[in-house]
């Protein structure tokens, strides 16, 4: 049960974003509170971020003399009063997001920072069905959030200057640079990102090349960190596919309708690395 009086962020949703953004906060020294409607979520997320923390540090991104802050789990966002800054990485679904929002504001207050990680969904659509819509601004932490340091920063129409301050106060305990962009479907990077990565199921679909082959390819020939199917198998391809649908929503743009290949791995359960299986099999996982 979290204890309000020391509490200063919590997390809502503890699937691998939710899970990430603990580890980079706790590993920075924050006491978190980690929200989630799932119990097993929460059970499997407290495993994820011991291993995480490790992680981080060997790999000398977070810093191996803080020591690590409490991390609180949670069912119940009743739990929150007393929090002043919220991050929400619950499913990328606008209706859930913004009731889980209106009850997180209800209960931590207007003076509160109100974080979406919402990779997709236009900050000023939730904003506007949330009681004071000063309140949102959009983050979008990549993948692991632990170790990457660039933060895209979606400000909306209605964030209001003190909710951007809250935000800055945040990102610079978790060290965290900053590029602000302006508010629309997919932002910049999800924009640019996921079409290519519905495009590269695609051609696994067609049989132009394997998943192997197409990752070889944009790496090798095109300096791609990693290609764009073990990215897809990192991101999860339920996401993703939820990701693809709110761009197409919202932009009419066929290249954004999830590919049949996305969608029959999604059906399986191939969701990628959090399950075991997408485009690659993964023997152990750890989110
Ligand atoms: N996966 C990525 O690489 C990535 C990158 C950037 C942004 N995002 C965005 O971050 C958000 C989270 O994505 P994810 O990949 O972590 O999703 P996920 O499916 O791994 O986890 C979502 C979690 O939210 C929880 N949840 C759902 N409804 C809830 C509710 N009503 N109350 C409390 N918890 C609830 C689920 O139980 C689950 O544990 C999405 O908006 C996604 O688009 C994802």
């Given at each position: 049960?979290?204890?309000?009086?020391?509490?200063?962020?919590?997390?809502?949703?503890?699937?691998?974003?939710?899970?990430?953004?603990?580890?980079?906060?706790?590993?920075?020294?924050?006491?978190?509170?980690?929200?989630?409607n799932?119990?097993?979520a929460?059970?499997?997320?407290?495993?994820?971020?011991?291993?995480?923390?490790?992680?981080?540090?060997?790999?000398?991104?977070?810093?191996?003399?803080?020591?690590?802050?409490?991390?609180?789990?949670?069912?119940?966002?009743?739990?929150?009063?007393g929090?002043?800054?919220?991050?929400?990485?619950?499913?990328?679904?606008?209706?859930?997001?913004?009731?889980?929002?209106?009850?997180?504001?209800?209960?931590?207050?207007?003076?509160?920072?109100?974080?979406?990680?919402?990779?997709?969904?236009?900050?000023?659509?939730?904003?506007?069905?949330?009681?004071?819509?000063?309140?949102?601004?959009?983050?979008?932490?990549?993948?692991?959030?632990?170790?990457?340091?660039?933060?895209?920063?979606?400000?909306?129409?209605?964030?209001?200057?003190?909710?951007?301050?809250?935000?800055?106060?945040?990102?610079?305990?978790l060290?965290?640079?900053?590029?602000v962009?302006?508010?629309?479907?997919?932002?910049?990077t999800?924009?640019?990102?996921?079409?290519?990565?519905?495009?590269?199921?695609?051609?696994?679909?067609?049989?132009?090349?394997?998943?192997?082959?197409?990752?070889?390819?944009?790496?090798?020939?095109?300096?791609?960190?990693?290609?764009?199917?073990?990215t897809?198998?990192?991101?999860?391809?339920?996401?993703?596919?939820?990701?693809?649908?709110?761009?197409?929503?919202?932009?009419?743009?066929?290249?954004?309708?999830?590919?049949?290949?996305?969608?029959a791995?999604?059906?399986?359960?191939?969701?990628?690395?959090?399950?075991?299986?997408?485009?690659?099999?993964?023997?152990?996982?750890?989110?």
């Open positions: 049960m979290a204890d309000p009086e020391k509490s200063s962020l919590a997390v809502v949703g503890a699937g691998v974003m939710g899970t990430g953004i603990t580890t980079l906060a706790a590993g920075s020294g924050l006491r978190v509170v980690l929200v989630d799932d119990q097993a929460l059970d499997k997320a407290r495993h994820t971020i011991a291993f995480q923390l490790r992680h981080a540090r060997m790999m000398g991104a977070l810093p191996a003399d803080t020591e690590p802050g409490e991390v609180v789990t949670t069912t119940s966002v009743d739990d929150l009063s929090v002043d800054t919220v991050v929400e990485a619950i499913f990328e679904h606008k209706d859930t997001k913004a009731k889980v929002l209106t009850e997180v504001a209800n209960v931590v207050g207007e003076d509160a920072t109100l974080i979406t990680n919402t990779s997709g969904i236009p900050v000023d659509e939730l904003a506007d069905l949330l009681p004071q819509p000063g309140q949102l601004v959009g983050t979008h932490f990549m993948n692991p959030a632990y170790l990457i340091d660039l933060v895209e920063v979606v400000q909306g129409r209605h964030t209001s200057a003190a909710t951007v301050a809250g935000l800055r106060t945040l990102l610079g305990r060290n965290r640079r900053a590029v962009v302006r508010d629309s479907p997919g932002f910049v999800s924009r640019l990102l996921h079409p290519m990565l519905n495009d590269a199921a695609r051609l696994v679909g067609e049989q132009v090349a394997t998943a192997e082959d197409v990752d070889a390819l944009m790496v090798g020939c095109l300096g791609h960190r990693t290609g764009p199917l073990r897809a198998d990192l991101i999860g391809l339920d996401n993703l596919a939820d990701s693809l649908v709110a761009l197409y929503e919202r932009t009419g743009e066929q290249r954004y309708l999830p590919c049949d290949q996305l969608l791995k999604v059906r399986d359960g191939d969701l990628g690395y959090k399950s075991g299986s997408g485009f690659y099999q993964y023997r152990e996982t750890l989110s």
